[in-house]
């Protein structure tokens, strides 16, 4: 079956940096585009980054252009979003997903503040 196991969220201090990961399993991989979304509290889940299949395209909101950055490794079948120049507004869980269902992970806390 298809899991998605998000790690690496935590406190940082605004301006700092986090890099999240998610392991996936149950699935061709490198086969299919992955995603990042978050939910911040009170708010509705959005997209933080997409990457196809092979890595050569990335997709960002303006919300996070040049700040976040999204990549893959298909041999370790895990995708990962780095997060650089934090602020308080990125606070939330951030999700992966992915796969021939569009199947989420369990989510990982980012929390921003001093």
């Known amino acids: 079956q298809v899991q998605l196991v998000e790690s690496g969220g935590g406190l940082v201090q605004p301006g700092g940096s986090l890099r999240l990961s998610c392991a996936a399993s149950?699935?061709?991989?490198?086969?299919?585009?992955m995603y990042w979304y978050r939910q911040a509290p009170g708010k509705q889940r959005e997209l933080v980054a997409s990457?196809?299949?092979?890595?050569?395209?990335?997709d960002y909101p303006d919300s996070v252009k040049g700040r976040f950055t999204i990549s893959r490794d298909n041999a370790e079948n895990t995708v990962y979003l780095q997060m650089n120049r934090l602020k308080p507004e990125d606070t939330a869980v951030y999700y992966c997903?992915?796969?021939?269902?569009?199947?989420w992970g369990q989510g990982t806390q980012v929390t921003v503040s001093s």
């Open positions: 997903k992915g796969g021939p269902r569009g199947d």
């Open positions: 149950g699935f061709r991989f490198s086969i299919y585009t």
């Open positions: 990457i196809s299949s092979g890595g050569g395209i990335a």
